[in-house]
């Protein structure tokens, strides 16, 4: 048996390799290496994958809890406190962050109000105008998906406590059914013409809902673990192994075009084959975290550190990277990838661990003021997407 804080270091670790991969991609699409034809550089371009490990793992994190109310008969977590210690980990440390964003985005619309209100409240992927996807303040998209998540969940939740109750087979089949049922919905609406935005924009929930149900049915597996936590123990690397080929053939023409715009039956494959990929990557951290070698590969102190301030990372990489670029006045694509990482990536950290241990740490401490608590304590009391250390009652993920 490994100790809380080894399983603890586990997915913080994961995190940690999750924000490495969204600062590398989006650092590779400034300066143009993700379009080069080398399979490195197409590899490279699958670290967007980075996205979907964090929603995965705030659904895991987030429904543990009420994934053991339902399968335990304990009480069910108190919703009031969820929302409070999500709301106390996700926006003071995004609204610390958004003036600055917003000023070196230089873009006339940052100076309306309406805009300012949309993006405070995290609902600007809703409304028509999608004038900030040419912006820094594109990434934001995902962490507006993630709050629609942490909104939905207690009610979802709620109607898999009513209608599961012990019952690990049934809330299987509703988060796969989840699953399915989103990557369906993408698939099918992409082939359909003119719809509003609406229905089928990748910055919205639907398309994304996926990984969190995958990461709520690997919650349940986790409470009952079984013959699938023992394959996966006896199989050590096996998941990774996965991960690895999965991101391959994202990066071949299977599912990313050489040059021009992605195909339909790309865009299906991606859809479909991402989810698997992430889905392997995290299962074996979740299932089988006192595995040496997921104690050696993710649990290490590199790692863990970059977990630990993956939301302020996330948060801040992309203005630092569009300061470097004003600052400087070089031009963008030009190729010089190791350049601008070892510029922006050491930045970037300084920011964070700044913005975690100042910011997001005492704001955090407020929602753990003693109170009344329904739920069993969760050994995985982890720091997720920085949304990222996740407890019972809902830290989650980034």
């Not at 550089?41 to 996205?51: E, K, M, Y």
């Not at 929602?367 to 997720?384: I, L």
Request: glycine content about 8%; overall charge positive; proline content about 7%.
């Amino acid at each position: 048996m490994i100790s809380s804080s080894e399983k603890i270091a586990v997915l913080d670790g994961l995190r940690g390799v999750a924000i490495l991969l969204v600062v590398c991609v989006h650092v590779g699409d400034a300066t143009g290496v993700v379009r080069y034809a080398g399979f490195g550089w197409r590899l490279l371009d699958t670290g967007s994958i980075g996205v979907p490990l964090f929603f995965l793992l705030s659904g895991l994190l987030l429904y543990r809890p009420f994934a053991r109310a339902t399968l335990d008969g304990t009480g069910f977590p108190d919703v009031r406190r969820y929302f409070q210690r999500r709301a106390l980990r996700i926006l003071p440390a995004y609204w610390l962050v958004l003036p600055v964003a917003f000023r070196l985005s230089a873009s006339p619309q940052a100076e309306r109000p309406l805009v300012w209100l949309e993006f405070i409240t995290l609902t600007h992927p809703y409304a028509p105008s999608r004038w900030w996807e040419g912006t820094n303040l594109l990434m934001l998209w995902s962490l507006s998906v993630e709050v629609c998540f942490y909104l939905l969940l207690p009610l979802l939740a709620w109607g898999m406590h009513r209608s599961c109750r012990g019952s690990a087979r049934r809330l299987l089949v509703i988060t796969s059914g989840l699953a399915v049922a989103s990557v369906v919905w993408t698939a099918v609406l992409r082939y359909v013409a003119e719809l509003p935005f609406i229905f089928y924009s990748e910055h919205l929930l639907p398309r994304s809902l996926v990984h969190f149900a995958l990461g709520m049915a690997l919650a349940v597996v986790a409470e009952r673990p079984g013959a699938v936590a023992a394959r996966i123990a006896a199989s050590p690397g096996l998941g990774q192994v996965v991960a690895l080929c999965g991101l391959a053939l994202l990066s071949t023409p299977l599912a990313t075009p050489l040059s021009g715009p992605q195909s339909s039956h790309q865009y299906l494959v991606a859809t479909v084959l991402t989810p698997l990929v992430a889905l392997a990557a995290v299962a074996p951290a979740a299932l089988a975290p006192d595995l040496a070698f997921n104690r050696v590969l993710l649990g290490n102190r590199l790692l863990m550190e970059f977990g630990r301030i993956s939301y302020g990372l996330f948060l801040w990489h992309m203005p630092v990277l569009i300061a470097w670029y004003q600052l400087t006045e070089r031009s963008f694509f030009l190729g010089d990838f190791w350049l601008v990482l070892t510029v922006i990536l050491p930045i970037s950290i300084l920011f964070s661990a700044l913005s975690h241990d100042l910011v997001e740490q005492p704001f955090q401490h407020l929602g753990r003021r003693p109170g009344k608590r329904t739920e069993a304590p969760d050994k995985y009391r982890c720091e997720q997407t920085g949304e990222r250390k996740a407890v019972p009652d809902g830290r989650s993920a980034r």
